[in-house]
């Protein structure tokens, strides 16, 4: 089992002029990807009814501002996301994520946001990736 702890800032690693938070994990097809935030940990893309939890604005802190899209993805306003591929696609983590991987990748983190002029704030992640059984005898 492999098992860090990052910080995943609003402004310096917004989809929207920032750069993914780099973890150094590379993953590969079959492994299990858990990813968990602090739900007490907030960040903030503005003013005062924009701070949030991993899960994005709206769900259930701050106001709801829909979702942003880019490209063919769309998510909550300020949601923690992942990315395999440099950050050509993404996927949602929010506080919690667990998923079998059916692909190999780079993994990085990012806030999700149009403008990161105004963000502020960081979330604690844990990032696990588990390898599966390495002796199973068959039957």
Not at 27 to 44: C, M
Not at 61 to 67: D, H, T
Request: no cysteine; net charge positive.
């Amino acid at each position: 089992m492999h098992n860090s702890v990052f910080q995943v800032k609003a402004k310096e690693h917004s989809v929207s002029g920032g750069v993914g938070l780099a973890t150094g994990i590379t993953v590969r097809p079959g492994q299990l990807l858990q990813i968990t935030a602090d739900p007490n940990d907030r960040w903030s893309a503005g003013v005062k009814d924009r701070v949030s939890n991993a899960n994005g604005l709206g769900n259930p802190l701050g106001g709801n501002y829909g979702l942003h899209t880019r490209g063919d993805q769309s998510f909550l306003y300020g949601a923690l996301v992942g990315s395999l591929d440099g950050g050509k696609t993404f996927f949602g983590v929010g506080t919690s994520l667990t998923m079998t991987l059916v692909t190999d990748g780079k993994l990085t983190l990012h806030y999700w946001d149009s403008n990161n002029h105004d963000n502020s704030g960081t979330v604690r992640v844990m990032v696990r990736i588990y390898n599966g059984p390495i002796n199973v005898n068959p039957i």
